[in-house]
């Protein structure tokens, strides 16, 4: 897999090997490369003191500064990094094919408190010494909060994106689960029994395959939207995927907290105005990378696949799917449950994912509006030695 390498500023102190454009028109990117300039993460230039090195990282994402950061980074208390703010950003840089970057580098960085992060940009920590995490730095996005917030850099990037559903007169279809490391779930078919609008039942919305290993920093995926009965009664939308959050560390990442980027759950159409809609589909988990030469993980990791949303019933509409497990990593999100009426129910919508936890996804088929289907499974990337880990979901994938 080639490696990207991002100068943030110009005097890097080496050129680029390839003669395409910059990654932002004014910078430089190295596309296979293997200049280190005494960068963390196992570089080979040990010489160099760590607090005097101007790169970083030696995995999926390669940063150049001008200059080493001289100041330490810390969050406590409550506290948000909008990525979609500039000013937020030590700088932004921008990716072919995904996200912006909102770099945020210092001497250490600390995360206290517990920090939201949201934003249009995937979100770059960098420190030069040590990169601690004793609170919780949460980049998951959600349905079931108010306001519903989308994580850094989600829903960007090719994603194989899911399937929306029929639409019927007498009972709507349900979004397909997004899909990203796992494959997400199918929605469930809506009016089962053709008792009237168009002829035949509503279709579900056929989740993505799932993909591979990124080249690049990258967000979970949105699930599909649930399918209408009429222009008053419309299905719910899909959950947006979880966010993208990178830490790199010259010398070493210790995680007692939490660090999160789970997607969203599916929507439902609540009351009459949902009226046999199809729920929306589940969000997938998004990506949290870890590259520092000593990664201990005594906390939690999660980026978990949304649920599905209910679909609805004759006078009423479903329940929302749950938000990808956070908190509780290794727990399946609810499912969003169905409306019931005497004249005949919803379809439920399925779970979300979680480690180990990927199989039936799919959103119940119904006579009125189907089920949306669950979220598939996001990506943990670390480069460096791990000790512990033990929480985390998904399983980790070295490099």
Known sequence: MRAVCVALLAGCGFQASSSGPPIDGNNQV?????????????????????????????GLVKVCLAAPPSKAVSYSGTATIDTSNAASCTRTVAQTGGPELCVIAGTTVTVGGTVTVTGSRALVLIAAETLTV????????????????????????????????????????GGGGASLATKGGNGGVGDLNDN???????????????QGAPA???????????????????????????????LIAGGSITIDGA??????????????????????????????????????????IAANGGGGGGGGALNAGGAHGGDGSTINWNTRASKGTRAIDPAGDGGDGAPGSAVGQSDNLNGNPSD???????????????????????????????H
């Open 216 to 246: 690049i920093l990258r967000g979970g995926c949105r699930g599909g939207s649930g399918g209408d009965k009429d222009n008053g009664h419309r299905g719910g939308v899909g959950g947006d995927g979880g966010g993208a959050i990178y």
């Open 368 to 398: 009125g509006g189907g089920g949306g289907g669950g979220g598939g499974l996001g990506l943990v990337w670390i480069d460096g030695t791990v000790t512990d880990g033990s929480k985390v979901s998904p399983a980790p994938t070295p």
């Open 196 to 210: 009237g609008g168009a002829p035949g039942s509503a279709s579900g919305g056929a989740a993505g395959n799932a």
């Open 134 to 173: 004793p609170g919780t730095l949460d980049g998951s996005s959600t349905t079931n909060t108010n306001p519903r917030r989308t994580g850094p850099g989600a829903n960007v990037g090719a994603c194989t994106n899911a399937g929306n559903a029929g639409n019927d007169a007498s009972g709507g279809g």
């Open 259 to 300: 660090v999160f980027a789970s997607g969203a759950g599916g929507v439902a159409t609540p009351g009459n105005s949902g009226s046999e809609q199809g729920g929306g589909g589940g969000g997938t988990g998004g990506m949290i990378g870890l590259d520092a030469p000593a990664i201990l993980i005594q906390g939690r």
């Open 30 to 58: 190295v596309l296979d490369a293997s200049v280190d300039q005494g960068g963390g993460g196992g570089g080979s230039d040990a010489a160099v003191p760590i607090d005097a090195r101007v790169c970083f990282g030696v």
